[in-house]
């Protein structure tokens, strides 16, 4: 490693010592961009990188509030303002027991370079709280969203931050956000989040822009080499929103997907996850908030509740649960059996050392930051209608959301090529991401 790179990663492992999520984040970026710093002296001279490791401001506070039995509880709350270099802090919020200052210093981290990648004004952000959603009433997840929305309210707003959903968060979850919002703002600030319902601000394609979007990203990764994702096996990670429209774009490009999970398990269907299969994994998972292992019952395919599945033979892997979920055995049995393209619609779901045997391997592999993106892309555009008071058709969201996949990859790849690594997709999205941000950064003078 380059010794100014390995001294300003150093230093972010002094300084915040026990977050190793964030410390791996860090690293996977900084080593990507020795070639473009070496190429342009410009962000050494002016610290950007320094600078860009460092969060503009971090929030945290108590959430209290009622369980069904009255009995206070209370959760820690989180707002990640990384950096606004580019525009508005944009990034989800999380709900779940494993949020932590620093895996939301993670996933901000990482929001920078993607929303810089969308190629839309949105600076990176993210937030959440340790509080778990599941096996609440209605009432007690709305009770929990209108007391952090006490807080949160004064930090947030459609020139500031505009934060959306993620794990834990879906459209109860914004829809109780965004009432308590207005309850306390007297504001409908229809910029304030996204996420929203199609019939109060929310955008069309929302829901399915993270899914869409990495198997458009793969589509065009595997178009590189004169393939598509008609007649190939998918195995896809997670059971929720992701992996649910991932599974659903997978099946109207002609792929079949034989395998889903969800924490306690994973199922594995060798006929393939059709339109009616799906529609019965919707209803589970959103209404009825069941196990996938209700699925292979319904089904009667086979349930594992050890291992992944990633021991399938496939040619496209999609992990969409969380991150690490993909360590280097795994990584290696993917290979081993014939992956051909790996698009991760989760946050950093796959080690280092998996990532590394991706790309020795030569497996088209498109890292979440790029693979992802359609999310928040989608997100960006939810805030465009929002602003122009206009809503634009299903077709028309759909379509600019596949020019703009389209567009992270072009950029991605050429930027690989640029820098001497053609087909390298870590480092193509990551120096891409950041030259844009460090760009901004230098013009806009020391203080962003």
């Not at 989180?78 to 996933?107: C, D, E, M, W």
């Not at 993210?126 to 509080?131: A, E």
């Not at 997100?379 to 809503?391: C, I, T, V």
């Amino acid at each position: 490693m380059d010794s100014y790179i390995e001294q300003v990663y150093n230093g972010v492992v002094e300084k915040d010592p026990g977050q190793e999520v964030f410390h791996q984040a860090v690293l996977e970026v900084l080593e990507s961009l020795e070639p473009a710093i070496k190429k342009y002296p410009v962000y050494k001279e002016n610290s950007i990188l320094e600078r860009i490791v460092e969060p503009e401001r971090i929030i945290q506070f108590r959430i209290p509030w009622k369980d069904r039995d009255g009995k206070i509880q209370v959760n820690r709350g989180f707002r990640v303002q990384y950096n606004s270099a580019l525009g508005p802090y944009k990034g989800g919020l999380r709900f779940h027991p494993t949020v932590t200052q620093g895996v939301l210093k993670f996933l901000g981290f990482e929001q920078i370079f993607k929303n810089s990648l969308t190629t839309l004004p949105m600076g990176g952000g993210k937030g959440g709280s340790d509080f778990d959603p599941k096996g609440k009433t209605d009432a007690e997840v709305e009770s929990f969203c209108e007391s952090l929305m006490f807080e949160l309210y004064r930090h947030i707003g459609q020139f500031v931050d505009v934060p959306a959903g993620d794990i834990g968060v879906g459209g109860r979850e914004i829809g109780y956000l965004y009432g308590a919002y207005r309850k306390i703002t007297n504001h409908h600030g229809t910029c304030v989040l996204t996420g929203k319902g199609a019939g109060w601000g929310g955008s069309l394609i929302r829901p399915e822009a993270t899914g869409y979007g990495c198997v458009y990203f793969v589509q065009e990764m595997l178009k590189t080499r004169g393939e598509d994702m008609k007649g190939k096996t998918v195995v896809v990670s997670g059971s929720g929103n992701v992996a649910q429209y991932a599974t659903e774009k997978c099946i109207q490009l002609g792929a079949k997907v034989i395998a889903l999970s969800d924490s306690s398990g994973w199922i594995h269907d060798p006929d393939g996850i059709d339109a009616e299969k799906l529609a019965y994994i919707m209803d589970l998972k959103n209404v009825r908030r069941g196990r996938i292992k209700e699925y292979a019952d319904h089904y009667k395919v086979d349930y594992s509740s050890q291992g992944s599945p990633w021991s399938l033979k496939c040619d496209v892997a999609l992990p969409s649960a969380t991150q690490n979920e993909v360590d280097a055995k795994e990584a290696k049995a993917l290979v081993d059996n014939g992956v051909m393209a790996v698009g991760e619609g989760a946050n950093m779901p796959t080690v280092p050392a998996g990532v590394e045997i991706f790309l020795e391997n030569k497996i088209l592999y498109g890292p979440g930051k790029a693979a992802n993106a359609g999310g928040v892309s989608v997100s960006g555009l939810e805030m465009a209608q929002n602003s122009q008071r206009f809503f634009w058709t299903r077709e028309e969201v759909d379509a600019k959301l596949h020019q703009i996949m389209q567009s992270i990859h072009a950029n991605a790849y050429h930027t690989s090529e640029l820098f001497g690594a053609k087909g390298n997709y870590v480092m193509g999205a990551n120096i891409a991401g950041f030259l844009k941000v460090a760009n901004a950064m230098v013009d806009q003078g020391h203080r962003i």
